[in-house]
């Protein structure tokens, strides 16, 4: 029977984030978040839920810890609340805070582990939005004081930091979607917050060059692969507009210091602008050591006038669906990686969140998830294929590690290895969480 081998060096984690998993919202000096705010306005979060419990991380981490020693991973890529360090988003340091995570970074290294912290996973400080939020410069460099002050802290323990997760989410999906916190529906706004976490991301890789910092840098953008309809030029021109709404806007600014002018031009035409000032996109464009890439699903698109944002109509051929509704499409995550390589360049790449929602539930002490499984194969047979192509990929984290606060979508959406009952808290390793572990061990994929 075949098999796909991975090289040894490549690095086998999983990954979570601050206020879907800790908890503690109101103890030990937080402050509130914009999560906090959304979750707990009517209408917002399915079922009403939020994240004030979540999975108890917060108080349970070392079990957490012993379940990834366990599992078998090298790598843990976890995020840090902003308003448990800054409960204002800027001034007084909240002690209490700053030394859980000493606590816990110090429990993950005992056993073996890397930490790859992210630096904002979408909670920022209540108390700065309050003054406009990422559409205010100044947001940038509260964000860059925080960052300097964490990689001071951690200097020589985390070798690895992610500046920005998702920009498109915290820009596009909660200020002009309008679905995430804090719910704006404004294209404008959207288009400059955008910007805005880019200049945040350059400052804070200029703080840790400052302060020579030990170890590397990145950020963390979530990608999706549109696939055109036919080979018609108008379909193809409305998948690369939707690609680059994703991948060009929040990568060319980065790695080519300009925004890309298909996408200016598009944007111009819904009346949509972008102010940049003196220096911007020369601090955005300062060399990282790695990028961090999130993917999930993928579509076939074509043409159609006036469909949402870029006259783009996402068409339904069949593709399986995971449980939150989004297709299972593995060719997707090759072909995104090879676009990324060719656009730009033998950058290292930590797959940084890869997974699948699968509600399956508890039956007699086990969860039978065979089809995550089946997704994690599938992908991890791309990610395979995406090196042979020459993608240099650095590490695989899967998303998630614990069923967890998926959002808007409440609990109600399951992406972890492990199940959490979210009355009782008690963990239990599913199927993919047996089969991932196996897989680590061995380095390779059996394929049928």
Same mark, same amino acid.
């Given at each position: 029977?075949?098999?796909?081998q991975?090289?040894h060096?490549?690095k086998?984690?999983a ?5 879907q998993?800790?908890?503690?919202a ?6 509130q ?12 979060v ?11 991380s917060?108080?349970? !981490?070392?079990?957490? %810890?012993e379940m990834m020693?366990?599992l ?15 409960p204002?988003?800027?001034?007084e340091?909240?002690?209490?805070? &700053?030394?859980? !995570?000493?606590?816990f970074?110090?429990?993950?290294l005992?056993?073996g %582990?890397?930490?790859m ?9 209540q108390?700065l939005q309050?003054?406009g ?8 460099d ?6 300097e ?8 323990k ?5 500046t920005i997760?998702e $920009?498109?989410?915290v820009?596009?999906?909660s ?6 916190a $804090?719910?704006n529906?404004d294209?404008q ?7 805005h976490l880019?200049l ?5 890789v200029t703080?840790?060059r ?5 170890g ?6 979530n &990608? ?8 018609k030029q ?6 690369n507009?939707?690609?680059?709404w994703f %991948?060009?806007?929040?990568?060319d $600014? ?7 002018e298909?996408? &200016?031009?598009w944007f111009?035409?819904k009346?949509?602008s ?9 601090l955005?464009s300062?060399? %990282?050591d790695?990028?961090?890439?999130n ?5 076939v698109g ?9 006259d ?16 299972v499409y593995?060719e997707?995550?090759?072909k995104?990686l090879?676009?990324?390589?060719? /656009?730009?360049g033998?950058i290292p790449?930590?797959?940084t969140?890869n ?6 539930g508890?039956?007699?002490g ?9 997704? &994690?194969? /599938?992908?991890?047979t791309?990610l395979s294929?995406?090196m042979e ?6 590490? !695989?984290?899967t998303?998630?590690?614990?069923d967890?606060f998926e ?15 979210f009355r009782?808290?008690e963990?239990?390793k599913k ?5 991932y572990k /196996?897989t ?5 994929l059996e394929?049928k």
């Open positions: 029977m075949p098999i796909i991975f090289p060096e490549m086998w984690g990954a979570t984030a601050a206020y998993i800790e908890g503690a109101h103890e030990d000096g937080r402050g978040s914009i999560w906090d705010t959304f979750s707990h306005t009517p209408g917002h399915k079922n009403g839920d939020n994240g004030d419990v979540a999975c108890d917060y108080h349970r !981490y070392e079990e957490d %810890i020693k366990d078998g991973i090298e790598m843990y890529r976890f995020s840090v609340s902003w308003p448990r360090i800054f204002d988003g800027t001034g340091i909240n002690e209490e805070g &700053l030394q859980f !995570y000493h606590r970074v110090d429990a993950l005992a056993q %582990i890397e930490p912290c992210t630096l904002y996973h979408w909670d920022l400080p108390a309050d003054k939020g990422w559409a205010s410069r100044e947001t940038t509260a964000f860059a004081d925080y960052a002050l964490m990689f001071q802290e951690f200097n020589g985390i070798k690895h930091w992610i997760n $920009p498109w989410c820009s596009f999906l200020n002009f979607i309008g679905v995430h $804090p719910g529906q294209l706004l959207a288009t400059t917050i955008s910007h880019l945040a991301h350059g400052k804070a703080r840790f400052e302060l020579e910092s030990t590397e840098i990145g950020y963390a953008p &990608l999706e692969w549109n696939e055109p309809f036919s080979d108008e379909d193809i021109d409305a998948c507009r939707g690609m680059g %991948i060009e806007w929040f990568f $600014p980065v790695f080519k210091g300009s925004y890309p298909f996408m &200016l031009n111009e035409k009346g949509v972008l102010t940049l000032e003196e220096g911007d996109l020369k955005i300062q060399p %990282i790695f990028i961090g890439i993917y999930y699903t993928g579509s074509r043409y159609k006038e006036n469909e949402e944002l870029f783009l109509e996402k068409i339904d051929i069949g593709y399986n669906k995971t449980d939150i509704g989004w297709n593995p997707g995550f090759y995104v090879c676009k990324v390589k060719d /656009q730009y033998d790449i930590y797959i969140e997974g699948a929602c699968y509600n399956d508890v039956e007699y086990e969860v039978h998830d065979q089809r995550r499984i089946e997704y &994690l194969k /599938q992908h991890l791309s294929r995406s192509a020459g993608v240099n990929i650095k590490g !695989y984290l998303w998630s590690l614990l967890n959002w808007a979508e409440g609990y109600e959406k399951r992406f972890g290895l492990v199940h959490v009952n009782t808290l963990r239990t199927d993919s969480y047996y089969w /196996q680590i061990a061995n380095g390779w394929m």
